[in-house]
């Protein structure tokens, strides 16, 4: 088993020819200090493959990113003048130097065009290699390391180096320093409990909020639906279209799988149209991602996320995209596994695609620190890409308020990872990242900031200009020294909108389950972003796109201002809702 599989992965008469490697010296690339929560178990087995992923320098990403502020500025005259898959992919194509220069190094360790998968822009190269081979090309010491709390293990690298005239050729290499393994990207579930197999009739009159001017049914204080979230968000009454080339699209990672009957249940209970044609969604794997279809299996977080997206979008074409989470490593068993995160092969599937969904949301993420910052700048110009096509990209905030647990040494949650133990907030990743639109929570009606939506500043990238204003009026009011240390006030701020959270009516397994968390807000919010789109389209004009820049400007007065909550974490009672936007609930809902 051991011995075809290995074989059959990359022939091993390649390395009997190697050519002996060019004696140049070596540079460190990267390095990371203290992996936090992770202890050495023994030396990486040097048989053991690993899917190595070299990042070439994209030769023009500032080129791309000023297109991308050009056309999703509404004020700007190529507004919505989204570029095409060729376009994007001659922005980001490596130099050619680069190419050369990086194959030439490949080869001098054996490995062929034939052993190497390119993405399609040429960005990034994979290639699967035994430890013993990246050891030597990466001048370093792979180790097996074990997770303290989770007791999971990892095949690392603390620093790699490379030979000194291809450092400027390679942005990165992973998996090396890479220790937030992308196995604990999180789902921004909050909590979900057992429900009522009906609406709780409250037979109290419908409520009213005298500043929207909007009347909802007493039950939606207690109970989502999708009737609650057209009247909560104004659109009763308004249907998409089927045949105007719209879409939406859910990210599923770590085997979380969507349930169709679920799915036929919720659109029975809230979505009656939806019900009588039996609609469903397209399932589409990526990288092997899995579609369990036994109701035993069925995630909370992609019945959430399916349901509401596509409940609120019904009828417009809909697609669940399943990625294959990393199988974990197992020292004791010889068999070789994938060191990958998904986000490169999410992103990699999403980029190659011709026509990717106009609206994706995922609920998944990752304290912003665990992310290598190498790594998080990438993928965030890959998902700058994404909305230069045209792509609206949301995610959650994350569920922790300004930082998942408190600054208690034991937890650690809110304790730098650079050595020097620091209390700091934690935003999340990659809600962080400038060119995605990060969604927060709420709860209520009138609606009120939730406790648990993740709020704050990234430590990674600085703040865009389109949030200057907003987020500098949030500053101003904020008292002298408040939180001082404990957050970067340059940097990119989140979230920056927010949706209700709480007490969302999900079918699983085929009962219904109150769940809450932003991952209810960013299916919601892309449910809402997909009949906006729907309202464009029909007029004949082209889709919204990456959205920050109009939200802060020309949208801005169309959010609910919302002034009430706070998002207390790391010890602290965190941020508080204010007047314009704040750090709880963005611009508002
Ligand atoms: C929801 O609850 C709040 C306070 O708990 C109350 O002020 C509001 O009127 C309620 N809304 C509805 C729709 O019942
Ligand atoms: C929907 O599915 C049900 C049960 O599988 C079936 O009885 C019904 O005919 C279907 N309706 C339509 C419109 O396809
Ligand atoms: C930081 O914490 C780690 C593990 O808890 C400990 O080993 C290290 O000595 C601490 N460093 C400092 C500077 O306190
Ligand atoms: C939040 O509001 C409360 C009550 O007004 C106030 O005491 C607190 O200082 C505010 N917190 C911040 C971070 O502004």
Partial sequence: MWVSSLVSILPLVVFAFA??????????????????????????????????????????????????????????????????KEEVEDLVAPHPDSVVAVNEWLSSHGIQEEDISRSSAGDWITIKVPVWLVEKMLDTKYYVWKHSTSGEYIVRTTSYSLPKDILDHVELIQPTTMFGTFKRLKSTIHSISQTNSQVQSQNQPPVSDPVTGLTVDASCNTTITITCLQQIYNAVGYTPS???????GISGYLGDFANKADLQSFFEDQVPAAAAVNATYNFVSVAGGLDSQDPADASDE?????????????????????????????PDVKTPTDTNEPYTDWLDFMLSHPNPPLTISTSYGDDEQTVPESFAIRACAEFAALGARGVSLVFSSGDGGVGDGDSNPTTQKCITNDGKNR????????????????????SLFPEQGVFFSGGGFSNYFPRPSYQDAAVQGFLNKLRKGTYSGLFNPNGRAIPDVATQSEFFRVFIGGVPFHVAGTSAASPTFAGFVTLLNDARLKKGLPPLGFLNPLLYSKAASGFNDITVGNNPGCGTEGFNATVGWDAVTGLGT
């Avoid at 209390?423 to 709420?442: D, H, K, L, R, W």
Wanted: net charge negative.
């Fill in 19 to 84: 050519l002996p490697s060019k004696d140049c010296e070596h540079q460190v690339k990267e390095e990371v200090v203290s992996p936090q929560g992770w202890t050495i178990f023994g030396p990486a087995p040097s048989d053991h493959f690993i899917n190595l992923r070299i990042a070439l320098p994209q030769s023009n990403f500032d080129l791309l990113e000023q297109h991308l502020y050009e056309i999703s500025d509404p004020y700007h005259e190529r507004y919505g003048a989204h570029l095409t």
């Fill in 242 to 248: 089927a045949h105007v080339g719209n879409s939406v």
């Fill in 302 to 330: 992609s019945d959430l996320d399916t349901q509401f997206a596509f409940g609120l979008s019904f009828p417009v074409k809909s697609t669940f995209f399943s990625t294959a989470g990393s199988p974990p490593f197992d």
């Fill in 423 to 442: 209390t700091q907030f934690i935003p999340e990743f990659p809600a962080s990242c400038p060119f995605v639109t990060a969604v927060g929570g709420t």
